[in-house]
């Protein structure tokens, strides 16, 4: 069982950012190499920062000085080929363990929570839809609409359905509204799209937008592509440890002279070498 399959994964990170700015910092990183914040220009500091992150699983080694700053209201989509590292940066980033090196900080007004859908979401079964969101409600000050949170998700005629009735994708959206509890100021979706039906992927890239429309600075990773690029306002490609890619979908797509993102992303990942995967 890893990490993102206990009851509450997305809490702790949350309860532990809860500070005007809050880092956490790999074990070998210089924090002194953080500059101070600049008062004046609080609202021109992103949401989440990550700066030189390191990190190797044994001898593998997953990201390499891999920095990423994320906005309020902006979207940042992570793409990459399988096992390119993008649940692991994913998970520094929802602050849900940390990396060999380098420092994640987040910015905030007041609250500065982070959301976080893991690639696999898991609920303690027995328990309905509706229940589940409940209790993730009670970790949080604000009070929590569980039913708008449910509509909003799609899942409004599932309330009282047993999470362990769920379908895969149902549970992936429920996931997301347990993300959204508590109306984090970054929300860090892995692969959210996964496992939905067209019209699902549709709803939810139309949330991902309404959140960044609302101000929440939204990163995701997905492997569709075609929603990426319409509703991105950065995509960011990792292959081998670092980006390969980051900007504006249409600059990416411009940069290797593609009609597409779909065509970049093979041109891209295709001229890496790739070790390790
Ligand atoms: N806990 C772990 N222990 C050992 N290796 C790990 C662990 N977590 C991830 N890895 C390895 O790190 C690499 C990156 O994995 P990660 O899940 O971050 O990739 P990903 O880009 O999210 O892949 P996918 O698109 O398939 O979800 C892979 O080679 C994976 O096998």
């Known amino acids: 069982m890893t990490d993102e399959s206990t009851t509450m994964p997305n809490r702790e990170p949350a309860t532990t950012a809860e500070t005007d700015s809050a880092e956490s910092t ?13 008062p004046n220009a609080e609202g021109d500091r992103p949401a989440v920062a990550a ?33 390119s590292g993008k649940s ?42 509706a229940d589940t969101l409940e209790f993730y409600a009670q970790f949080v000050d604000e009070d929590v609409d569980v039913a708008g949170v449910l509509e909003r998700v799609g899942l409004a005629d599932a309330a009282d359905r047993r999470v362990g009735a769920l379908s895969g994708g149902m549970t992936r959206l429920l996931g997301l509204g347990r993300a959204l509890v508590g109306d984090p100021a970054v929300v860090v979706l892995d692969e959210p799209a996964s496992g939905l039906d067209p019209g699902m992927v549709e ?63 093979g041109d891209l990942v295709a001229t890496e070498e790739v070790t390790g995967r």
């Open 26 to 38: 790999g074990e070998n990183a210089d924090a002194d190499a953080d500059p101070e914040p600049d």
């Open 88 to 129: 692991t940066l994913l998970r520094f980033l929802a602050r849900v363990r940390a990396p060999d090196e380098g420092t994640v900080t987040l910015s905030g007004h007041g609250h500065a929570r982070v959301g976080y859908l893991p690639q696999q979401p898991g609920f303690r079964a027995g328990f309905s839809a």
């Open 203 to 265: 709803r939810l890239f139309g949330i991902v937008s309404d959140l960044a429309d609302a101000g929440v600075a939204v990163v995701l990773s997905s492997h569709n592509l075609g929603p990426v690029e319409r509703t991105a306002d950065r995509v960011a490609v990792l292959d081998g440890g670092r980006f390969v890619a980051d900007g504006d979908p249409r600059a990416v797509v411009e940069s290797v002279g593609a009609a597409d993102l779909q065509t970049a992303f």
């Open 51 to 83: 700066t030189d992150l390191g990190h190797a699983f044994g001898d593998l080694r997953v990201l390499d000085g891999v920095s990423l700053s994320v906005a309020p209201g902006e979207i940042v989509a992570l793409v990459g080929p399988n096992g």
